[in-house]
RNA sequence: GCGGGUAUGGUGGAAUUGGCAGACACGUUGGAUUUAGGAUCCAAUGGGCAACCGUGCAGGUUCAAGUCCUGUUACCCGCACCA
């Protein structure tokens, strides 16, 4: 059969579309699998190489647990409000929607010309209305359970986006999206509150099968730390209150530092005799970008407050009180007591003023640098503390300060609430208006869901930092639904993590109108069995998904505690040089340039076989030929079939079905695909091959090269699609030889093989090495220390 | 600095519990076929004439180490003054 690639791929998408072969089906007594790719955003660049590789990954697992009898769900999307669309409707004058628009046509062509099995009925989009409309309750839902709260704060804020951006936006003190400078704003923002779903998202990780780096990654991000709170006196009677996981080196506490923003500095304005430095720092410390911030992070600064002491609890000893940059208002409670001899921060800044270091933990050099093993430590210069281990200590000291009511345990969190406000315009807008009469935001009642977006003349952002929508009063201003009266509506919009951060319940009902999903089919569909997306992710999306799944399951919607069962992580398909893909490289591939000289199954079936899923690997123009190639080979097939079954092929064929049955779910493309392609260069050396085994083979290849796999099934004189045909299944008995070859080694090298019967017993796999003429001329003459033999794998002799 | 990961031929990468290192491909070389180019097929392909030597580097454990232990280097990813 002659391999024309372009004539088949377009013969059986037509025909898969025309049968509507991967509609999901909704026989809710089947056994389920649903597979989860992370919908793309649909750029104006069009499918990116790098797409193809997961999306083929799962579409394997999903067309092979559908040929095992398996109701498979396997659905896409369009994650489509965002700025790059926004930004080029601006630049070009068109609206955002149109924009979109176009650009999902193309996205959904080229994912089409890869032939992945998704069952496009269920297609959905984040912009859709229909789908804001429930992206909106959920908001509502939020906001009426006191999850989302509006909040004057400083906000990380893109010069160039002009927009605010969350903590998990903010790369290192850089815009994620666009690399520009961001700056501290206050402003007035929407917030979520994730963090009181901070201990269930560690918590609830466990027993998920997620791989480890995601695990820890996720948990490093929540950073969640035990230690305690210690109120500390000041010589002016107000107290302070500081956050430390040291309780134990209390007695080592020998300066006090608060940042640069605590409340009390204006309260004591009177009383401080160098207010003026102190507010001068604070105000050089607000200035400075985060960039600056963590650029200049080695060097200690700070200004101590002249006129008032802090008194520390264990010992009634003053201390004076710093002001410095290196405490974070945000953290704790933005005040810290200073251990230097124990504390690296305090360390450094002790001595660049010159400030004293008392031991407390015997082991280390504390003048040399501060000791912080908690390990092997052990207590000193601390009276009552003296002679414990530090986890002794620790308790013992907690204990002491709860009695006397001046120090309690606490949990802290690095992981901040979500700031959920952006003032920009192609995204869902808030549904709350602000009623003057009524003092307060009301609700959009839900039954008037969605709110739509207003259509404008112009999608900028205003230098004042409000959104766009802003200067559209026909939408802004409308009625209160509670007292009728005159209300502006918010004009901030939500950020485009609002639509991912629940896409995967809407794929199990996507029409729903009276729900976001009807409660049966997200019994049945719930949780995800499989979810693969992108490391980038991990402290983004999966995080507030996770959350918003958790708060769903507290409100009784969807049954599960976790959305997700299982998650992995693909590598990256780097260019050729070994760089990351990008135009000012120079190294962008792109897919409709391979699938038009290669096909899409070469494509996939490369994709696959370039190395560890899970690892970044180089694309390679010369090794894709490769699996053309054997694509081509195995089309050569259909004309070598023969009616005698070849016993060592067949034994071949059933274990090529076990290795590729295995490591698909292993993840282990790559071998699975070298397995096939021993296979095959083992029927062209045989010469033959019956139909039976061409049919399995096919079966097994189908996974990754649907389109040739079906035109071979189908040659071979069958009617019905391969997709939906059976899985093949081997025959364990026929997977094991009854020969072996054993390896010989005389002193742990090798020195020769042998072919034994299988499972030969240790003494005469020993006796029949010995008689191999070159073993035996090795051992002439020689004392042997010591026989080992592994059962069909190896006999060692020892010999001196 | 902390956390996670990686290191194997010219290249991408394989190697159950420690048990024949380099599967499968790419590339290269030689040959066949072809008017030519390309494509295809066959053969060889870690290094060394050889004994032997070879999994970033240095040690160790073991009959046996890519795999386990100790130390070390380089690179990648994440976090980054989180008290």
Redesign the pocket.
Known sequence: MKYDYTSIEKKWQKRWDELEAFKTGTDYSKPKYFTLVEFPYPSGQGLHIGHPRPYTAMDIVSRKKRMQGYNVLFPMGWDAFGLPTENYAIKNKIQPSIVTERNVARFKQQLKMMGFSFDWSREINTTDPNYVKWTQWIFLQLFKHGLAYKKEMAVNFCTSCKCVLA??E???GVCERCGSEVVHKVKSQWMLKITEYADRLIDDLEGLDFI??VK??EI??I?R?H?AEVKFNTTEGDVIT?????PDTLFGATYM?I?PEYALIEKWKNVLNNYDEIIAYKEAAAKKSDFE??E??????GVMLDGIKAINPVNGKEIPIFVS???????????????PAH????W?FAKAFNLPIIEVVAGGNVQEEAYTDVATGIMCNSDFLNGLEVAEAKEKIIEWLTEKGIGEKKT???LRDWVFSRQRYWGEPVPLVYCEHCGKWIPIPEDQLPVTLPEVEHYEPTDTGESPLAHCDGWVNTTCPVCGGPAKRETDTMPNWAGSSWYFLRYCDPTNNEALASSEALDYWMPVDWYNGG??H??LHLLYSRFWAKFLYDIGVIKCKEPYLKRTAHGMILGEN?E?MSKSRGNVINPDDIVRDYGADSLRLYEM????FE????W?Q??I??????L??IA?LTEMLTDKVNPSLEASLHKTIKKVTLDIDDM?F??A??AM??F??EV??AGSLTKAQLEALVGLLCPFAPHLAEEIWETLGNTTLLSLAKWPEYDESKTVDNE????I?I?????G?MKLAINTPREDAIAIAKQDPRIAALIEGKTIV?E?A?PN??V?I?VR
């Open positions: 903590n998990e903010v790369v290192n480890e780096r820890t990654q490093n991000w950073g730390s230690g500081v956050y430390t996981t040291r530092v940042a911030r963590t200049l992070v080695k060097e200690k600064t940059d290196y405490v974070l208002a945000t953290y704790g409670t933005g005040a810290i007591m200073a251990v504390d690296t921060r305090d450094d802290n969190f690095k490391m980038e991990v402290t070994g990351k076989f370039i190395g560890d690892k970044s690997a180089p390679s010369a090794s030929k490769g699996c053309k190639r054997f081509e080979r050569g282990k790559n071998t695909i070298a392609m021993s095959v260069n062209y050396e072996v070859e054993i390896a080694q002193n742990g090298k090798l020195k093989t010591k080992i592994v794998k190896i060692n020892v």
